[in-house]
């Protein structure tokens, strides 16, 4: 299945993600390890959502079945009119590729490079990709560009993975604990370039994470408990990175 997507209007209410009945059941020896169990989920264009819960909850799973980096064992999900749950290797490397982005705790920056190359590396392979340098001045890296890792605090280098996953313009952001490595200020930095992303390109943001804090600037908050979801809430006024507090 070739997952070739033809852009059209989004309405309202109309899901770019849905997850029905999505289980995982990794097998360890003669262990079996439930991960998920029976998760149902939409995404809509635009959202910007936090994925809460403790280690071992779920929440990472849940996020790699989500960017194809990760199958289901049973349940489907589908990505506008595509079932990802039904696509080959080389149709989820498409997506993944074309269609959604990561960021994870840790940066995997090329350290030879600098911050312009390393997202010019992505931008080389994407289908209809932003200009590098513009990618790092919607996170705030427009001084930055000629610096290489080594020259660039972590929470920089953490920018310049957002610039990385966004400049090939995902219908969806996937973030893994993106603030994990970070203190307390520079993690602010972080979710506020998250947050620019959301404003600015319309991404679907996705951030998973044990920080209750970070759920204050969600539209929703996904709470996940030993593989299930356990509740949706819909934050009313949502709050900016600046006056959050853990």
């Known amino acids: 299945m ?8 989004e309405t309202a209410t109309e899901a770019l993600f849905r997850i029905r009945g999505v289980t995982k059941v990794y097998h360890m020896g003669e262990v079996e390890v439930h991960a998920l169990r029976g998760v149902d989920l939409d995404l809509y264009a635009g959202e910007f959502i936090v994925i ?6 779920g929440k990472s799973t849940l996020l790699n079945i989500l960017g194809g ?3 289901p064992t049973s349940g ?9 749950t039904a696509a080959g290797d080389a149709a989820l490397t498409r997506f993944r590729r074309e269609h959604a982005g990561f960021v994870f705790q840790f ?5 030879s490079l600098t911050a312009l190359e390393n997202v010019a590396l992505v931008t080389e392979i994407a289908e209809d990709p932003m200009d590098p340098a513009e990618a790092l001045r919607l996170v705030g890296l427009g001084d930055r560009l000629q610096h290489f890792p080594a ?10 993975a957002i610039a990385r996953a966004v400049a090939k313009r995902p219908e969806v952001l996937l973030c893994d604990e993106p603030t994990g490595a970070l203190d307390y200020a ?7 370039a998250l947050n620019h992303v959301n404003r600015e390109l319309g991404t679907i943001v996705v951030i998973i994470t044990h920080n209750a804090a970070i759920a204050g600037m969600a539209g929703r908050v996904v709470r996940v408990s030993s593989g299930e979801i356990a509740a949706i809430e819909r934050n009313r006024t949502r709050l900016s990175a600046a006056q959050l507090a853990w």
Do not use: C, F, M, W
């Open 2 to 9: 070739g997952v070739a997507v033809q852009r059209r209007p």
């Open 52 to 57: 809460l819960g403790p280690s071992g909850s």
């Open 69 to 71: 980096l990760d199958v």
């Open 76 to 84: 489907e999900v589908h990505y506008r009119d595509n079932n990802l």
């Open 107 to 111: 940066y995997n920056l090329i350290p």
């Open 151 to 160: 020259q660039l605090s972590g929470g920089e280098q953490q920018r310049v």
């Open 186 to 192: 520079t993690g602010k930095l972080v979710l506020e």
